[in-house]
C-alpha cells in the first residue's frame, strides 16, 4: 500500500513540476536535502512511514508475544512485562533512517523548480484535500477495478476456452475412409466380399 501511494504521490509531483516548468525557465539545479524532505513532509510520506513501522513494530510484538506464551503458556505477569521491556527497548528504525535513500532519488529525478512546485501544491488546501483523500480514493479505485478485472478476465478465459475447443475440433486428425469423396469422419467404407 505505501509503495502504491508513494508512486501516486510521486506521479502527481511530476505532473505539477512539469507544468511548472512549462511556465519557468527550465532550472537544472538540483534539489537540496532540506528541499526534498520539506516535499516528503507536505505529501505526508514521512507521517505514513512512521505510521507504518509503528504498525509493523505492534503486529511483530504481538507475533512474538504470542509465540512466547505459546511455549511458554504458565508465563507470570512479571515475566510478561519483562517481555515488554525487551520490545520497548529495542525500537524499531524511522523514517530518519531511511530518508538519505529517499532523498537522493528524488534529487537524481527532480530538479529544484519541480520539488518547489510539489511543495507549493502539497501544502495549498487542493493539495492537502489530496493527501487527506487519496488512501480513500486508491482503496475504492482498486476495488473497483478488481472487479471489473475478474469479470474481463473470466470473460477473456470463457472465449478463450471456446476458441480452444474450436481449434481443437477443427485441427484433431479425422478417420480416414479410403474415398476421398466421402465425408470427413463418415462410416468406413465396407471391404470387399471374399471371393468364393
Known amino acids: 500500500m505505501l509503495r502504491r501511494l508513494a508512486t501516486l504521490v510521486l506521479t502527481f509531483v ?6 511548472a516548468a512549462q511556465t519557468l525557465q527550465m532550472d537544472p539545479t538540483p534539489p537540496s536535502r532540506a528541499q526534498v524532505l520539506s516535499l516528503l513532509t507536505a505529501m505526508g510520506i514521512r507521517e505514513t512511514v512512521e505510521n507504518s ?5 505492534q503486529r511483530i510484538k504481538a507475533s512474538a508475544q504470542a509465540a512466547y506464551l505459546k511455549r511458554n503458556p504458565k508465563a507470570d505477569a512479571a515475566t510478561l512485562k519483562k517481555l515488554d521491556n525487551v520490545f520497548d527497548g529495542t525500537p ?7 530518508s ?3 532523498v537522493s532519488v528524488y534529487q537524481k529525478n527532480l530538479d529544484a523548480a519541480d520539488v518547489q512546485a510539489g511543495i507549493d501544491f502539497y501544502t495549498s488546501p487542493a493539495g492537502q484535500r489530496l493527501i487527506h483523500k487519496v488512501n480513500a480514493i486508491i482503496r475504492e479505485a482498486n476495488e473497483a477495478s478488481q472487479a471489473l478485472v475478474q469479470e474481463k478476465l473470466q470473460t477473456y478465459a470463457d472465449t478463450l476456452t471456446r476458441k480452444l475447443q474450436a481449434f481443437d475440433q477443427e485441427t484433431r486428425p479425422q478417420p480416414s475412409t479410403g474415398d476421398p469423396s466421402a465425408p470427413a469422419g463418415g462410416d468406413k467404407a465396407a471391404k470387399p466380399a471374399p471371393k468364393s
Open 53 to 57: 513501522l509503528k504498525n509493523a513494530q
Open 92 to 98: 524499531i528504525f524511522g523514517f530518519d533512517d531511511i
Open 100 to 102: 538519505e535513500t529517499l
Open 14 to 19: 511530476v505532473c505539477s513540476g512539469a507544468l
